[in-house]
């Protein structure tokens, strides 16, 4: 630990359950996340709020984890990729992802998904100008975006976008 | 913080003092508390009906970004490139500050200082910040390009119009990222004031920015390549700024490769 820090005690939900930890005020929410909470699919990619590997959802909203301390999700409701599937049974964004090939490494696709769910809880029946911009903070060295987009289509028009 | 630009003490996060969040109206005034979030006036009825407002809040980096980043937080940070500081010098603006055992209020052209510098004193903190929504035919639109979402513009125009009977009787505009703070153009809407908005009027207008334009060659173009960009971005914020001016509704805000 460094020196001059004082612990700080925080409560963060995480994917419904409660998680009560002593940390590091500069402990970061991707780290608290992957080191803490033992939760690695979320992503680091670039560390700088560009790529978007480290996308969750803070109060429902979609956040870069990498630029969000941990103690500033305090008393927040945090959604990770773990948090989507439902006993046992994929999301429909998920579903929609592998059934149209929607990633080739798979590296950037937690944040895609994170932000595909965050982009529908808005807009139910986005249209392609929406599904750019809502995608737009995520980056994606791979695919081209192309089978993405077939996915993110998909999983619009698919009756429960969960 | 993490590229070591600043290595600050200790932090204080204003993320939860309570009525800090907010977007009102009262007699043409509109209110935006310090931590009200872009995707909040992206989506705020209030603030559409100022379009510059929304060109700039719906476009600024990212959705992620967007429901983090702040209003206040981008005011008071005073980046060159920053897209609020353009926007809101287009119209009267004005930024009320709270220290330790008092409050003042002051127009934004004094708030910014330079780059990365504001007028804030030691101990005192952004409230709210107000703008006065623009008379009638007078409208505004914002234009910036940058390579792709998440980055900063690499050059940005802010106009705002007067039209009455096809004249321009006022005229602000303002450049983004070409220089240490946003950029005046008052030779530029000279040549629109008492003019009728012509091709060749626009022209003149358009090339009198581009030689107030200050731009440094960096990763985001060399300094042609920006001067070039302020001509094309004012050119395009004229035009916009004049048909909402007569009413049009007409989208604007952040151009980039896969946008557009």
Known sequence: MSEGFDLVPVQIRVNGTLYERTIEPRVLLVDFIREELDLTGTHIGCDTTYCGACTVLMNGANVKSCTVFAVQAHGSEITTIEGLARDGKLHPVQEAFAANHGLQCGYCTPGLIMSTVYLLSKRQKPTDQEIRKGIAGNTCRCTGYQNIFKAIRAAAAADDNG | MKLRLSSPSALVDLNFIPDSSYIRRSNGTIHFGAMTRHADIENSEIASRVPILHDCAAGIADSQVRNRGTIGGSVAEADPSGDWGPVLLTLDTEVHVIGPSSSRTIGLPEFFLDAYTTALAPGELVKEISVNAPPKNT??????????????????????????????????????????????????????????????????????????????????????????????????????????????????????????
């Not at chain 2, 007569?246 to 946008?259: D, F, K, L, T």
């Open chain 2, 139 to 260: 409208a505004g639109a914002y234009v910036a390009f940058k390579r792709c979402a998440p980055v900063y513009a690499s050059a940005s125009a802010a106009v705002s119009l007067t039209v009455e009977d096809g004249a321009c009787s006022a005229a602000r505009i303002l450049l983004g990222c070409v220089g240490l703070t946003a950029i005046r153009a008052s030779e530029a809407e000279a040549a629109l004031i008492g003019k009728q908005l012509t091709a060749k009027t626009i022209e003149t207008a358009a090339e009198a920015a581009m030689a107030a334009a200050d731009p440094q060659s960096d990763m985001r173009g060399s300094t042609e390549y920006k001067r070039a960009l302020v001509r094309v971005l004012v050119k395009r914020a004229i035009h916009i700024a004049a048909r909402r001016a007569r009413g049009e509704h007409v989208e604007a805000g952040h151009e980039y490769v896969g946008r557009i």
